[in-house]
Nanobody, 127 residues
């Protein structure tokens, strides 16, 4: 069983920054076995990929709409993955979820590849 907990969301204004955290409280294997991805879902929209990092932290993948604004990183000793979000826009408003992929080598953007999900944290960006 894998337990992921997101935090760091909240209400901000356009141009502000937020740092989201995904902490793995419990897992079947060592945390550094997993690739970790961030996804988001806005009201009335499909869930979409945001960013992912592979097991070692040396492979990253970003959605085009966040390149240059968001940075994903991980600290395996702390069992944590961070999503630094800069220059936030109203269209970034969504519930953000982190997820763990048992196959940790590739930072995949496909939600179907992820095996474990957190409960989400709300990010609201006002204009």
């Amino acid at each position: 069983q894998v337990q992921l907990v997101e935090s760091g969301g909240g209400p901000v204004q356009t141009g502000d920054s937020l740092k989201l955290s995904c902490v793995c409280l419990k897992s079947d294997r060592s945390f550094d076995n997993y690739a970790i991805g961030w996804f988001r879902q806005a009201p009335g929209k499909e869930r979409e990929f945001v960013a992912a990092v592979n097991w070692r932290g040396d492979g990253r993948n970003y959605a085009d709409f966040v390149k240059g604004r968001f940075t994903i990183s991980r600290d395996n000793a702390k069992r944590t993955v961070l999503l630094q979000m800069n220059s936030l826009k109203p269209e970034d408003t969504a519930v953000y979820y982190c997820a763990a992929d048992n196959y940790g080598v590739a930072p995949t953007a496909d939600a179907h590849d992820y095996d474990h999900w957190g409960q989400g944290t709300q990010v609201t960006v006002s204009s």
